[in-house]
């Protein structure tokens, strides 16, 4: 019985698709619309997120979490992108 419980309770701290998209509703301007996840060796989770609005992510935003099973070992790791050319045509006057 106690072994049962044990691996319940492993089954339920792993990091959930749904706990890093409200991470990165959080945290970015990204209007999440597809989630990609890759579980590595060393038992940390990587998330791709495509964004439907491209402005700030055009090659979409990718989340690392250290700890597989810790929510809050996830980090954004891309930067938001910024695209001045609106700048650049104005006249420096």
């Given at each position: 019985?106690?072994?049962?419980?044990?691996?319940?309770?492993?089954?339920?701290?792993?990091?959930?698709?749904?706990?890093?998209?409200?991470?990165?509703?959080?945290?970015?301007?990204?209007?999440?619309?597809?989630?990609?996840?890759?579980?590595?060796?060393?038992?940390?989770?990587?998330?791709?997120?495509?964004?439907?609005?491209?402005?700030?992510?055009?090659?979409?935003?990718h989340?690392?979490?250290?700890d597989?099973?810790?929510?809050?070992?996830?980090?954004?790791?891309?930067?938001?992108k910024?695209?001045?050319?609106?700048?650049?045509?104005?006249?420096?006057?």
């Amino acid at each position: 019985m106690v072994v049962i419980a044990l691996y319940a309770m492993e089954g339920m701290a792993a990091v959930q698709d749904y706990q890093v998209i409200r991470l990165i509703m959080m945290k970015s301007e990204c209007v999440q619309d597809q989630l990609t996840r890759t579980d590595k060796s060393d038992g940390s989770i990587e998330f791709l997120a495509h964004c439907k609005n491209l402005s700030h992510y055009p090659d979409g935003l990718h989340v690392v979490c250290s700890d597989g099973e810790d929510e809050r070992s996830c980090k954004v790791q891309t930067q938001a992108k910024q695209f001045n050319s609106l700048k650049l045509l104005q006249s420096s006057e």
